[in-house]
């Protein structure tokens, strides 16, 4: 049985208000990567990214918080508001007081970063000037999470997306403003960026307010501290492996092949990351349920999500493989895009795998198993790592690219076991054949050539016919 406690939304609104939140702030970054480019130059690009990836990594220091306090605000009775504002106001202050150690502890490593790689004398002056923002940012990002968490255990959906849809669109087009009006140096973009994600805090604030609601003074509750830690401790062990598992590709490239390599893999993996939108819009609004559901239910949400996803996906990756070259071009032009493509191409196929994986993931951190996991990542990391660093070193970064797939392959199958969800990932298996021969179809014919376009042609009318006639319409969205 569900809990008696828990009013569920609509998962496919819920969902579908999660993907608008994304969309949006996605295609003005389209927009923009190729301008930022032109503006600022690729190598300053390049470290602007890495800054990014090292604050979105520090931000484990929220303690796994933000989804603590989401699977614990499902789990409270409607009328707990007592209970709510208790928790709520202890992970705000943990995570608050721990974004600021972290953010003291990322300044002082700063110089050892970036010693790491080759970096001409004004960049690197321009690294050190900027540095001290990070003392600013990263309790940013812990309070961002905190907030975040509690509207979604709070099923806020619009309110949550809505929030965080205006500060990423701030966060793009703040600097982008500077870096067009002849202000393209680290100094002037990174606190620009940094204006449009307190514009989040600060829209996300006012929606705790009305949704928790917020009515009384700040409450600091030792008994909350316990249960959010217990759940936190192991998603902070994710928080910290899983960036690793994702981010440790740019700065093994940096290394080896320098900032502007970083570029050449970045801006695809950011574009191509993009189709995860709707798999994560759905993890977003299946969090409450599954964890307010019993399991036998949770378990169906799993089956039925799964297939839906994979139906979606397929056909999603497919046009995007067979189509990528071609965007590209138009994109980011002749010099760039032959660089990007064979990137790109290959981690599309890697997204199709990673997106099916976060039905299982989801529903294991819902039954509180946050542990599993995590292990998992702690598992995965030494061994990727070291496959990391051999096909770097022999292939650059589209060698990258295939760690990347072959590590999110082997965390799937993994997490699919877990959840004692195989079954679930055998339907996928005829799906992921179509997506092999669009892969080889890129590999073998040039784009987009006649018989290039006479064999896609086929083969995209197949998958879609192939979704139409295995999309599951048994159980309600």
Request: aromatic share 10%; charged share 10%.
């Amino acid at each position: 049985m569900s809990s008696p406690f828990f009013r569920p939304v609509r998962i496919g609104h819920a969902t579908l208000v999660n993907a608008l939140g994304t969309v949006i702030p996605g295609l003005v970054m389209v927009a923009t990567v190729p301008l930022y480019i032109r503006s600022i130059g690729e190598a300053r690009y390049g470290v602007l990214a890495l800054l990014w990836l090292l604050l979105g990594y520090f931000g484990v220091f929220d303690l796994g918080f933000g989804r603590a306090l989401t699977n614990r605000f499902a789990a409270l009775p409607p009328d707990a508001h007592l209970l709510r504002q208790r928790a709520f106001w202890t992970g705000l202050g943990l995570s608050l007081g721990a974004g600021c150690l972290g953010g003291g502890i990322l300044y002082a490593l700063g110089t050892h970063f970036l010693d790491t790689f080759s970096l001409t004398v004004p960049l690197r002056q321009e690294c050190l000037v900027t540095l001290p923002w990070v003392l600013f940012a990263l309790p940013l990002a812990t309070v961002l999470s905190i907030l975040s968490g509690a509207l979604m255990g709070q099923q806020a959906f619009v309110a949550l997306n809505g929030g965080q849809a205006l500060g990423n669109l701030l966060f793009q087009l703040c600097p982008l403003i500077l870096a067009v009006s002849h202000h393209p140096t680290l100094p002037a973009l990174v606190p620009a960026a940094l204006l449009g994600r307190s514009v989040s805090v600060i829209a996300l604030g006012l929606a705790c307010r009305r949704k928790i609601p917020i009515t009384g003074p700040p409450h600091f509750s030792t008994a909350e501290i316990r249960p959010l830690l217990h759940f936190g401790g192991w998603v902070t062990v994710t928080a910290l492996a899983g960036p690793l598992l994702t981010v440790f590709d740019r700065f093994v490239i940096g290394a080896l092949s320098g900032v502007t390599a970083v570029t050449a893999y970045t801006v695809p993996f950011n574009l191509v990351n993009y189709l995860m939108i709707f798999p994560a819009s759905l993890q977003k609004a299946l969090t409450p349920t599954l964890t307010a559901t019993s399991e036998p239910e949770a378990r169906q949400h799993v089956l039925y999500y799964t297939r839906l996803l994979t139906t979606l996906m397929t056909v999603t990756v497919l046009l995007a493989l067979l189509g990528l070259k071609s965007f590209l071009d138009l994109w980011l032009g002749p010099r760039l895009a032959p660089t990007t493509e064979p990137i790109g191409t290959v981690l599309l196929l890697g997204i199709w795998i990673n997106a099916l994986a976060f039905i299982p993931f989801t529903h294991l951190q819902c039954r509180n198993r946050p542990d599993l996991p995590a292990r998992f990542h702690l598992l995965e990391l030494l061994p990727y790592g070291l496959v990391l660093w051999g096909l770097i070193s022999t292939f650059g970064a589209v060698g990258a690219a295939w760690a990347w797939d072959l590590r999110v392959a082997v965390d799937a199958l993994l997490l699919f076991w877990a959840a004692g969800s195989l079954q679930a990932l055998r339907h996928s298996l005829s799906e992921g054949l179509l997506l092999a021969l669009a892969f080889a179809l890129t590999q073998l014919l040039p784009s987009p050539s006649l018989l290039y376009l006479a064999l896609a042609c086929p083969l995209i009318l197949l998958t879609l016919w192939r979704a139409w006639t295995r999309f599951p319409r048994r159980y309600p969205l």
